[in-house]
Every structure is written in C-alpha cells, then in structure tokens.
C-alpha cells in the first residue's frame, strides 16, 4: 500500500512536471480545495453514499453547477453556502482537479 | 507558559546535554527539502487521522509517528443515535487498518510527558520519540472537579458519554433501556464553548424519540449551562414542538437554560443545580471541559484562561510554542468544535506543512468548511454549513457574505445526506476502502 502510493505520487509528480498549474493537477492549492469537499461527497470525490461523487465529472459542467448554486437556479439544501464561499477561479479550479481525477 | 528556575535549569541543561541532536533536528525542520522531517501526532480522531493520512500523501518523505491509545476509532458524530436505539457501538467503530499502513509508525500508547526544548515526547510504555513537528490532537479533557461528587465512584454510575465508548455511550443506552416507562432522562449541557454545539440538542431529541416509541410516559429534562439552546435553536425548537410536545403541558422535553449542574449524587440521583435538585432515573452529566490532557503537558494551552489553545490560522501552530501544532476540538478558534472542521482543518494542516516542508511559504488565504448535520431520531434532519476564508484586515478566517446558515426546516433528504456525510467523513479520516461495509444507519 505504501509503496503503491509512493509510485502514484511519483508518476503523479513526473505528469504534474508537465501539465502543472494548468490542468490543476499538480497544484497543492487545488489539490487542497478539492479536499475540502472530501467529508461530504467522499475521499477524492468518490462518495460512500446519497451525496453525489465528484470524481470525474466534466470541469464546466462542475463550474456551472457551482454557479447555479450560488445563484439559487439550482435549488440546494447546503450547496448554496459552499458555492458563496468560493470565487470563480477556485470553482475552475476544483472543476479541473476533479476532472483529473476518476 | 509560566517556567520556574528550577524548571529553567533543568530545560536549559537537557537542550545543551542534547545540543547536536535537537540541533540537527532544529536545522532539518527549518531546511529546504530536509531528508525526513518527524513529524508525531497524538491522537488518531477527526483531526489526527485525516491529518496523518494527509501528510503522507502531500509530503511523502516525512517520517511520521502516530500515537493512538484506543485500538479502534470510535466516532462522536452519530453516538446519539446508539442512544435512540438506532445503531450500535459497533455500527460508529471503524479499524486503524488504514492509518497503520500509510504512517510509519502507530503506537498504541498513552503521552506521559512532551519536553518542548528537546522535541520530544514520552509515552507510558516509556518510549521517547523525536520530532520536528508535533501535532496534537487529543481533543478534550473533562473537568468532573467543576462538578461537585463527580468523583470516580460516582462515575461508575453517572455517565457523560461525550467521549464515545462502549463504557460511556454503551452503558447510558442500556440505562435507558434498563429504565421504567414513566421515569425522567436528567442531561446536562455545558456552558459554550463545548465539543460539538448542537449535540446536547440532537441527544434530548434522541432519547425522546425513544421514549415516543417505547416509553411514552417518560420524560426528558433538559440542564443547560447556557443562557439558551446554543445551536441550531429554531430548528431544535420546531423539532421538539412537532415530535415531542415541545409547549404544551404534555411535552417530552423539559428544557431549562441558565441550569448549571453543580453537584451530582449517584446514591440519591439528584442533580444540583443553583436553583434547586433535580431527580432522575437516569443521569447524564457533561461535565465543562477545556483542551486535551497533552496540550497542557506541551504547554500550548494558554488561550480563554488556560482552557483552549490559541493557534496561527495559516498553520495551525500554537501562537506561544513553536513546531507544535494543535487540531480539532484543543484549538482555540472561531470554528465549531465539529468532526467537520477537526476531518477539514486536519487537511489544512497537512497542507500548510507540506509547503513548509517542500520549502516553500504556507498558503497565504486559505478556505476551511463546517457542514454539520443533527438528527431529529424521527427520520429526519437539519444542518449548520459555513465557509471560512482568510480575511487580511481581521487576520481570521470569516464567513464571506452567504456563505454561513441553516436548514430552512428539517427533512428526511437531509437524513440521507447526514448517513451519507457520515459513511463520507469517516471514510476520508481512516482512508477506508471502497470495499469497506459501514453498517450505520440514519
């Protein structure tokens, strides 16, 4: 287990070398963010139950949820307060990360 | 932290005595891209686990050390509902499997002492181990002193169940069951700030709903240290008058704010409060309490008149100590004390020190979240959620406008959300697998 997730890191580190900032894939500010949502909706967005995965879904289609969020157009039990709490680039941000990551 | 001469002298002589060593390990904690920063965390709850996960996924080379006397977790969040009947112990116990194989070490042992100039930490089994950073999250220590006759016999009895355990929260539920139709539930609520607001609330709704369905005559009286419900008031309030006859003469629930226990009698069953004694078939004490055991030994908790301890936003590093860090409920902030915030500060944590330890200046603005769900025990439930970012004037991490509030009612979709963050949260916190069966319910 251990040395599995040394390996992934490591080829996550050589991709990161390459894609870095761009696809949010080796930002630890995205990486971290992304983690925030980690209680409710699962460890790197694969939820354990009724609350959606994030993992791999398509970045503007997460961007455009986040924004119907915070405009009210999606109706939302907590989700509004999270999508007020964040700007757009980190709405981006998180989208690209959980894109990354299937 | 106050030290005497004596206490001087014996610091200063063990720093020099341990000159190369704690200077080496001083260097390596401050250089760029040291070799193996050691890093010890004691406690393996909300805060220390995801923290520890964490870590060893951000900043892989550090050494870490991970002190844990219980032999599995045990959750806080959902303990109510053990109370309700709904689950068991077993169903809110969770192996360390996970958490054993990413750290690098997990000792199953209590802290005896921390020596802040060397760096170390002492256990009971009496190994000592280095550090260049230290990370406490031990969460709270129960002052049973505060209430007078609290004492072990009497604890024997009389149970608080705010640490959840097999002989805290196990034995309050088999008292419940043990207890006759038509007997009266006494609980306690301690006066703010106290590990997870909303929870005294959700359990008087908990052991009423129990009481709905299997002893109808019996009551629930409420003591509360506080000049009024503490959290969640509309909600808990609508909650209690549409289940529980919350207002009329029939009520379950006999809330009374301002109710401080003073004293305790497990022979008489009597409740002391400043106003009068209150008697009761079962008693559930929550005695007031202050920041975890080992962050007095550090000397890190000297915020609120040494009860809590003061930290950097940006690092969570106690303000007076340094390389020590404190998660979870031990901090002294404008957070809830929450599972939520203990599983999310954990990760800010981690994240700030894997800046540190690649060399590099913690994140500047960070952005922490509290969701925090509470449970009617009649099949539905409600939340708090709040986003606290960075604020450079305040120099704290604030709500920024709409990003703090409440359900508009409770709802059985919030109880499938409540199971769901829990199955979430405790997944996120041990690194269970996706295989993993969790087998509570809402």
Known sequence: MKKSIALTLLIAGALGAASAYASGHGDPRARFIAANCAYCHGPDGHSRGAVPSLAGLESKYFVDQMKAFRDGSRPATVMQKHAMGYTEAEYELMGKWFAAHK | ?442
């Open chain 2, 1 to 442: 932290m106050t030290i005497d001469r004596r206490e001087f002298l014996k610091v200063s002589a063990g720093a020099a005595g341990a000159v190369t060593l704690s200077g080496l390990a001083g260097c390596a904690s401050t250089s760029i891209a040291s070799a193996k920063p050691k890093v010890v965390v004691v406690g393996a709850g909300f805060g220390g686990a995801t923290f520890a996960r964490y870590i060893k996924l951000w900043a892989p080379q550090a050494e870490v050390t991970v002190i844990e006397p219980n032999p599995v977790f045990t959750s806080c969040p959902f303990s109510n509902t053990v109370l309700a009947g709904i689950n068991k112990m077993e169903d809110i116990s969770m192996p360390y499997d996970n958490i054993k194989k990413v750290v690098d070490n997990f000792v199953p042992d209590t802290v005896t002492a921390i020596d802040n100039a060397k760096q170390t930490v002492t256990t009971a089994g009496g190994k000592t181990f280095a550090y260049d950073r230290l990370v406490l999250a031990g969460g709270i220590e129960l002052l049973y002193d505060a209430v007078q006759g609290y004492d072990a016999e009497t604890r024997k009895t009389i149970k608080h169940a705010w640490k959840a355990s097999a002989d805290q929260t196990g034995v309050l539920r088999k008292q419940l069951e043990a207890m006759p139709d038509g007997g009266t539930f006494v609980m306690s609520v301690p006066k703010s700030p106290y590990r997870c607001p909303p929870g005294p609330y959700e359990r008087a709704c908990m052991v009423a709903s129990y009481f709905k369905q299997a002893k109808p005559r019996s009551k629930v009286i409420v003591l509360d240290g506080n000049p009024d419900v503490a959290s969640k008031k509309g909600l808990f309030v609508a909650a209690w008058k549409k289940h529980f006859g919350y207002g009329t003469a029939d009520s379950m629930i006999d809330y009374r704010p301002n109710n401080m226990p003073r004293s305790v009698n497990a022979k008489t069953m009597m409740v002391g409060t400043e106003f009068d004694d209150v008697k009761g078939d079962v008693i559930n004490v929550v005695p007031p309490m202050r920041a975890a055991k080992v962050t007095g030994m550090a000397g890190v908790r000297t915020g609120n008149d040494g009860t809590w301890c003061p930290v950097d936003y940006l690092t969570f590093e106690s303000t007076v100590v340094p390389n020590v860090h404190i998660l979870g409920d031990s901090a002294l902030t404008n957070f809830p004390k929450s599972g939520s915030v203990a599983n999310n500060t954990g990760k800010m944590c981690a994240y700030a020190m894997s800046e540190i330890f690649a060399g590099r200046k913690p994140d500047p603005s960070p952005v922490v979240t509290n969701t925090c769900y509470s449970a009617t025990g009649m099949g539905t439930a409600f939340h708090v959620a709040t986003v606290f970012r960075w604020d450079p004037e305040k120099k704290a991490l604030v709500p920024p406008k709409g990003a703090n509030g409440v359900s508009k009612e409770e709802s059985e979709l919030e109880m499938a959300y409540m199971e769901s963050w829990a199955m979430n949260v405790w997944a996120d916190t041990l690194g269970l697998p996706d295989s993993y069966k969790f087998t509570a319910k809402g």
